[in-house]
């Protein structure tokens, strides 16, 4: 089992930046492809951002991509995704999650088998 503690979100203005942080317990996140989702209010859960297993290789939604960069702390046992040029689009309520199986990073929400919680953000015009 991984237990996953998102922090970080908050309200922020258009163009500002925030990081969120996803502290894993009960398992090292470096073993997993790990990744970022988002549900905005009224849709459904859309995809953000994963890391591979080694932290070689990762992907973006094109919606963030330029803006948001994924990254891992091996040693603090911990994920991140540091938001840039915030837009109101991007609210929601962000989750961070582990894919136990795959190699390669996954975009599919299925694929995911451990969540958090969720933080939210909230990004005003």
């Known amino acids: 089992q991984v237990q996953l503690v998102e922090s970080g979100g908050g309200l922020v203005q258009a163009g500002g930046s925030l990081r969120l942080s996803c502290v894993a317990s009960?398992?090292?996140?470096?073993?997993?492809?790990t990744g970022w989702f988002r549900q905005p209010p009224g849709k459904e859960r859309e995809f953000v951002a994963a890391?591979?297993?080694?932290?070689?290789?990762?992907d973006y939604a094109g919606s963030v991509k330029g803006r948001f960069i994924i990254s891992r702390d091996s040693a603090k046992n911990t994920m991140y995704l540091q938001m840039n040029s915030l837009r109101p689009e991007d609210t929601a309520v962000y989750f961070c999650?582990?894919?136990?199986?795959?190699?390669?990073?996954?975009?599919?929400?299925?694929?995911?088998?451990?969540w958090g919680q969720g933080t939210q953000v909230t990004v005003s015009s």
């Open positions: 009960g398992r090292t996140l470096s073993w997993y492809v």
């Open positions: 890391i591979s297993r080694s932290g070689g290789s990762t």
């Open positions: 999650a582990v894919d136990p199986t795959s190699y390669s990073v996954r975009a599919n929400a299925a694929e995911y088998s451990y």
